[in-house]
């Protein structure tokens, strides 16, 4: 079992930046494949970034030089730094685990594909 506990949202004006943290516990957070989702009212579930047990980080085409991924395993801890955020940003920014891997480069993109996921925490951009 893992456990996920995600942090660090809240309201912003456009242009600004949030960082967000995911606290991982339950199993050896390095070996894990993490990634960030968010969802916005009405729309599903949709895949922003994710980092692999290797460190190969892949992103969304509209986060792309505004968002970045990291992990600390030494803390045991995701990250995602958003900068120039926009209105449009605004969702339930969740952090979601796996320890299924190909490879220590494997990142995935469909939620189904995590088995482990944050309570969420609400990023609501202002125009």
């Known amino acids: 079992q893992v456990q996920l506990v995600e942090s660090g949202g809240g309201l912003v004006q456009a242009g600004g930046s949030l960082r967000l943290s995911c606290a991982a516990s339950g199993r050896t957070f390095s070996s894990l494949v993490m990634g960030w989702f968010r969802q916005a009212p009405g729309k599903e579930r949709e895949f922003i970034a994710g980092?692999?047990?290797?460190?190969?980080?892949e992103y969304t085409y509209f986060v792309k030089g505004r968002f970045t991924i990291s992990r600390d395993n030494g803390k045991n801890t995701l990250y995602l730094e958003m900068n120039s955020l926009k209105p449009e940003d605004t969702a339930v920014y969740y952090c979601a685990a796996t320890n299924r891997q190909y490879s220590s480069d494997s990142i995935y993109a469909s939620p189904q594909s995590y088995d482990y996921w944050g309570q969420g925490t609400q990023v609501t951009v202002s125009s």
């Open positions: 980092v692999s047990s290797g460190g190969r980080t």
